[in-house]
């Protein structure tokens, strides 16, 4: 049963999804400064403020007027989970209804946030949660945004968020102009003040995206989900492949790489018994032997009603062993709130299950 997004909640429209022209002229035809669109701006972003009321540097006026035509946060939490890791995983309701998935790990001294750009995914990776029901829309510059908000609300009010990894829901490249918005908006000293060389951009693999991301010349750095070291793998894996192939992805990371001085992560999922003999191992050093590559290996984290398997802690073992003695740099990803779902897309699909079940 396919679940219909809950609409009855009408929202009023979210600020940070406002274009600055339009709150301009907002401010404009009520005698007000300009100055104040960055004042309330800010007060979201960078001040924690989470309704109008809390802006007291505003006019009381102002504040009540603000608050009959937009709203600070346009997000609802609908969900919010605690590990024992502490993680904290939140489920975001959108205004129309739809749900997505954001992430904050938690290790000191680091601050990590994991954040989805798009309802779904239409890549199809067939071990993955967020594509099983397909991509159905990008998400707006603001709700890339609030995630980060929302996230960077959760920590102690002397704390913030230090890095970024854009490894939540959707294939980030597919929603570019309005990621790179939102980032630049994050990094600034009146946002969230993270620097690009602290946001790790993840993709499938899109060939032309991946050279426009090196042609803005930011310090991005990026992750390749390669999860396969030959095209007719590769494509039972990750169904885009047939278009692109490894060649053309591989070509556009060098070029990456050449643009931004910035080593390319390739990431491998490891399968158990599909990707991750030694014979892979030695073909994927192979593949990347005389790049300045590193290679971050992700046990497959169980995903129910997909037929999947994690490694084998052996497995594991000769798979890194055979990369390592290749030369290649290789981490295994450590498993961070698990208990609570933190694979992409899980929980928006566990609760969306619940739902359905009620609803019969
Ligand atoms: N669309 C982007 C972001 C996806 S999420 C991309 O393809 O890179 C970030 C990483 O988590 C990707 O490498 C993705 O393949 C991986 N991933 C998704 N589901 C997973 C699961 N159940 N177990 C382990 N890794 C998973």
């Not at 597919?174 to 690009?196: Q, T």
């Amino acid at each position: 049963m396919q679940l219909l997004p809950d609409v009855s909640v009408v929202s009023k429209p979210a600020l940070l999804d406002q274009p600055s022209d339009a709150l301009h002229s907002w401010f404009g035809e009520r005698g007000q400064p300009l100055l104040r669109v960055k004042q309330i701006r800010r007060r979201v972003l960078a001040g924690r403020a989470e309704s109008f009321e809390q802006m007291s540097d505003l006019p009381k006026e102002i504040r009540g007027e603000l608050a009959e035509h937009f709203t600070p946060l346009g997000t609802h939490i609908e969900r919010h989970l605690i590990a024992s890791d502490d993680t904290h995983k939140l489920l975001l309701k959108l205004h129309d209804g739809r749900t997505i998935e954001c992430v904050l790990i938690q290790e000191a001294p680091r601050r990590t946030a994991c954040i989805s750009t798009q309802v779904g995914c239409g890549m199809g990776c067939v071990f993955c949660a967020s594509g099983i029901n397909g991509v159905v829309r990008n998400l707006t510059t603001g709700e890339i945004l609030e995630q980060l908000v929302r996230l960077r609300n959760l920590t102690p009010v002397d704390g913030r968020l230090s890095n970024i990894v854009v490894m939540g829901m959707g294939e980030p490249l597919a929603n570019l102009d309005s990621l790179i918005e939102a980032l630049e908006i994050a990094g600034h000293k009146d946002g969230l003040g993270i620097g690009a060389r602290h946001i790790t951009i993840s993709t499938v693999g899109l060939p032309v995206k991946m050279r426009a991301l090196a042609d803005l010349g930011k310090q991005y750095h990026l992750a390749v989900s390669l999860h396969a070291p030959n095209d007719l793998l590769r494509t039972r894996i990750v169904p885009t492949n047939s278009k692109t192939g490894i060649d053309d992805i591989l070509a556009a990371a060098d070029y990456f790489f050449e643009k931004t001085g910035r080593q390319v992560t390739y990431e491998y999922v490891l399968l158990g018994g599909l990707n991750d003999s030694p014979r892979e191992a030695r073909e994927l050093a192979t593949l990347l032997q005389g790049r300045k590559a590193h290679v971050n290996l992700i046990p497959f984290n169980k995903v129910e009603g997909l037929p999947y398997l994690s490694p084998g802690t052996d497995a594991q073992t000769v798979f890194i062993d055979t990369l390592r003695r290749a030369g290649i740099s290789v981490k295994v990803r450590k498993r961070k709130g698990s208990e609570i779902d933190a694979a992409c897309g899980q929980l928006r699909r566990q609760v969306e299950q619940e739902l359905a079940v009620a609803a019969i």
